[in-house]
């Protein structure tokens, strides 16, 4: 179904899991209160705010505006957001990510890069990694010391130019009290090469009752015009923290020694002898991104544009070397895959290009982590990754149903509340769905893979006549291949939907990002912004996710279960 975006709203029509009065029934005085004062705050505006307990929604979709362009061109080299503006060994891309609630990484690079035939690695001893910090503005009551380190991009095929990075130093600082504002400044006081003074605030601690601020969350970034006005409007918005959900830099849509980036790489490169990149594109990401993530801390996953394989089989390392994750305090070890708390949050951030079959170290530690969650303490529970496992773009159609195999029953049983994730490059928000059946315990999934970057926005349709993909399309880059035919429903017997999804809500192909807001332990408002809306002060999606836990416990959702007289039959069928 299409339709105009006025019509958006008034397609919110509720297909209710329970009768009306029973749902309602289940409502204590405080939640009817709280839906009193939401009511109030948005009775000024022309259109109320709907939530997930209205759902599921009647499936609809905002096709493609064609007076927008679908793309653009990366920024060059010597763009101002992306040249080096420091000298010697002072600081820059510099970048915060939390730890624990009560510590922070710093990572900031010196020096310079070099990239040709033939390249000579620098000794990253040769320059410090300091960190000062405290409450007032020039007085530094703490001081903290790191690691420095390289990593090297080496391409054993005639031709193809090499790479060694810049000094690359975290420092991780400690004992920060919540919810209060930081002055810092880091590098090397022995070289007098200290960066300007810089700001942060922390955030709440888990058991407080308090919530962190705006999250931000993109995926798919890149380096683009449009990535440009993504990061702009996200600025605006004033987040406190960002989840970044893989596909950063995009570096490895150029050969190795530069020019012009490719929106297809097989199509413009075809006799590449390897998926090459241009390393310095992520020195140029790292300087876009530093008066943002220098005093809002970006929570990353990888993605498949993070793999750039190189010699001796080797990958990953400009993801696993650049950025610190909170994977030892987590007790993951992994920098693909990890947890923290912010508040009254819980966040898991899983590794889609790494092994998450149930035998795996993964998926061990992921049973493990969620066994530790208290959800007196953190009542939110809030999983990414960066493929979707619910998507009905032909793009990356079913591209992880392996993945989604192992781990869905895991995720769902431990009553994981909301999943993000990029790869495809528009939005898409689902109703609460498990196994591919509406489920009022379900999570909410949500696709953003649609910050900007050089591949263009996605607009086909896995239902739109004759978009449906082939079984052989859509191979993953790691883990085996599980594509299937449906064996209920109007897809029943087909690979593809011949209409949008009961389990899509929304989907709409556009460039933005989104705001996850914490209202309290149940109610969380979800915003997506296109950015052409940057312009006019308004948004393309918004609902408050509503979490049930008196009704999905686990012992409730065994109940739901045995009571559907659908839910046994809807089994898929893998070919």
């Not at 362009?69 to 010697?88: A, F, I, Y």
């Not at 380190?149 to 920060?176: A, C, M, R």
């Not at 998926?275 to 996953?301: A, H, I, K």
């Not at 809500?505 to 209202?519: C, K, M, P, Q, T």
Request: glycine content about 8%; aromatic content about 12%.
């Amino acid at each position: 179904m299409v339709v105009d975006e006025e019509e958006h709203s008034a397609n919110h029509k509720s297909r209710n899991y329970m009768p009306f009065m029973e749902k309602y029934e289940l409502f204590t005085s405080s939640t009817i209160l709280l839906l009193a004062v939401m009511n109030m705050v948005i009775a000024g505006l022309s259109q109320r705010i709907p939530t997930t307990l209205e759902g599921p929604f009647k499936p609809t979709t905002r096709s493609f505006d064609p007076s927008l362009r679908r793309g653009s061109d990366d920024l060059p080299m010597n763009h101002p957001r992306l040249r080096k503006n420091v000298t010697s060994n002072f600081p820059e891309q510099i970048a915060l990510a939390l730890s624990t609630p009560t510590s922070m990484w710093i990572s900031w690079v010196t020096g310079d890069a070099q990239i040709g035939l033939n390249v000579t690695p620098v000794d990253p001893s040769t320059v410090g990694s300091e960190v000062w910090y405290g409450k007032e503005r020039g007085k530094y009551s703490g001081k903290q010391t790191g690691v420095s380190v390289i990593y090297n991009q080496l391409y054993p095929f005639e031709g193809l130019w090499n790479y060694t990075s810049g000094i690359i130093h975290h420092v991780k600082i400690d004992g920060l009290e919540p919810e209060t504002k930081y002055y810092y400044k880091c590098g090397d006081s022995s070289l007098k090469a200290m960066s300007e003074e810089l700001v942060f605030e922390t955030l709440p601690l888990p058991g407080s009752g308090k919530y962190p601020g705006r999250i931000a969350v993109i995926g798919d970034l890149g380096l683009t015009s449009n990535s440009t006005t993504t990061i702009d409007h996200l600025i605006k918005n004033d987040p406190s923290m960002i989840l970044m959900v893989g596909d950063l830099t995009y570096a490895n849509q150029y050969l190795t020694t530069g020019g012009k980036g490719a929106s297809c790489y097989s199509c413009q490169f075809p006799d590449a002898p390897i998926r090459e990149t241009y390393q310095p594109r992520w020195d140029g990401w790292g300087r876009f991104m530093e008066p943002l993530t220098s005093r809002v801390p970006m929570m990353v996953v990888e993605g498949n544009h993070e793999i750039e394989p190189q010699v001796a089989n080797v990958s990953f390392q400009s993801y696993l070397t650049r950025f610190s994750v909170p994977s030892n305090e987590s007790g993951s070890n992994s920098n693909f895959y990890y947890s923290f708390d912010s508040g009254g949050v819980h966040f898991i951030m899983l590794g889609a290009y790494v092994d998450y079959n149930k035998t795996g170290a993964q998926y061990v530690w992921l049973q493990k982590d969620l066994q530790k969650v208290d959800r007196s303490v953190t009542p939110w529970l809030v999983a990414a990754w960066h493929p979707p496992w619910y998507n009905s773009y032909s793009s990356h159609y079913q591209e992880f149903e392996c993945m989604r195999l192992e781990m869905e029953a895991l995720l769902y049983e431990y009553g994981v509340d909301i999943v993000f994730s990029g790869h495809v490059h528009a939005y898409e928000r689902m109703n609460r769905v498990f196994n591919y059946t509406l489920d009022s315990c379900g999570p909410v999934y949500i696709t953003v893979g649609d910050g900007g970057n050089i591949e263009k926005v996605d607009v086909d349709h896995a239902d739109d006549p004759g978009k449906c993909p082939s079984a052989s399309d859509n191979i993953p880059e790691c883990g085996g291949v599980c594509h299937m035919n449906f064996s209920f429903g109007p897809a029943k017997g087909k690979f593809c939907w011949d209409r949008q999804p009961e389990w899509s809500a929304y989907r709409e192909s556009s460039f933005g990002h989104g705001i996850l807001e914490f209202v309290n332990s149940t109610y969380a408002l979800w915003t997506w912004h296109r950015n052409q809306d940057i312009y006019q002060d308004s948004h393309g999606d918004q609902i408050y996710i509503v979490r049930q836990p008196e009704l999905c416990s686990n012992s409730s959702k065994v109940s739901l279960q045995i009571s559907s007289k659908t839910f046994t039959k809807r089994i898929m069928v893998y070919e």
